[in-house]
T-cell receptor, first 116, second 114 residues
Framework: AQKITQTQPGMFVQEKEAVTLDCTYD???????LFWYKQPSSGEMIFLIY??????QNATEGRYSLNFQKARKSANLVISASQLGDSAMYFC?????????????FGSGTQLTVLP | NAGVMQNPRHLVRRRGQEARLRCSPM?????VYWYRQLPEEGLKFMVY????????ESGMPKERFSAEFPKEGPSILRIQQVVRGDSAAYFC????????????FGSGTRLTVV
């Protein structure tokens, strides 16, 4: 069975600084996908970034990058140059096999607050 | 280019009533997924449907919950005889292909049972 662990219930970061949100996962599958979603206070789920288990390079999307360490089973999200609008709940999720969005397993989330 | 449309955004039901949640996938998407988010928790998978077929309902409660995705019209998540514990946000997502990387979520329906 797949399991996602986000150990930081809440994080604070100063505006314009970088922040890392932790995510570790547990799976016996070799092929899987890792996702990060943002959920602002308005409630919608916004896709941020995807990393496949066979991708050799870390995924990047604008100010978001995914620090993928396969041996440690971690997929941390790095947000550079934080903005006030980044304040939200962030969820890490996993799907299997890689590329199949059939079912996502989500972590419990990290509430990020960006301070002015 | 409308996204995944869910309605209503908010739904209040008394205990014992039925709740119907609707989801219209993105244009061209034939795969629909329903998730539930209890307060202070992450999303939990409920069911995966294609047109007229339930592919995976391993996350659906055994009783009172059902889902459909007819040939025409939106996907419906139906909860019969609602109880307080059904209060949650219900999210629908869609994707164009079974093997697509990730999918697009709707804005969710917040169900409150009073």
């Amino acid at each position: 069975a797949q399991k996602i662990t986000q150990t930081q219930p809440g994080m604070f970061v100063q505006e314009k600084e970088a922040v890392t949100l932790d995510c570790t996962y547990d799976t016996s599958d070799q092929s899987y996908g890792l996702f990060w979603y943002k959920q602002p206070s308005s409630g919608e789920m916004i896709f941020l970034i995807y990393q496949g288990s066979y991708d050799e390079q870390n995924a990047t999307e604008g100010r978001y990058s995914l620090n993928f360490q396969k041996a440690r089973k971690s997929a941390n999200l790095v947000i550079s140059a934080s903005q006030l609008g980044d304040s939200a709940m962030y969820f890490c999720a996993m799907s299997f096999p890689s590329g199949s969005a059939r079912q996502l397993t989500f972590g419990s989330g990290t509430q990020l607050t960006v301070l002015p | 280019n409308a996204g995944v449309m869910q309605n209503p955004r908010h739904l209040v039901r008394r205990r014992g009533q039925e709740a119907r949640l609707r989801c219209s996938p993105m244009k061209g998407h034939s795969h629909v997924y329903w998730y539930r988010q209890l307060p202070e928790e992450g999303l939990k998978f409920m069911v995966y449907l294609q047109k007229e077929n339930i592919i995976d309902e391993s996350g659906m409660p055994k009783e009172r919950f059902s889902a459909e995705f007819p040939k025409e019209g939106p996907s419906i998540l139906r909860i019969q005889q609602v109880v307080r514990g059904d209060s949650a946000a219900y999210f629908c997502a869609s994707s164009p292909l079974r093997g697509h990387y990730g999918y697009t979520f709707g804005s969710g329906t917040r169900l409150t049972v009073v």
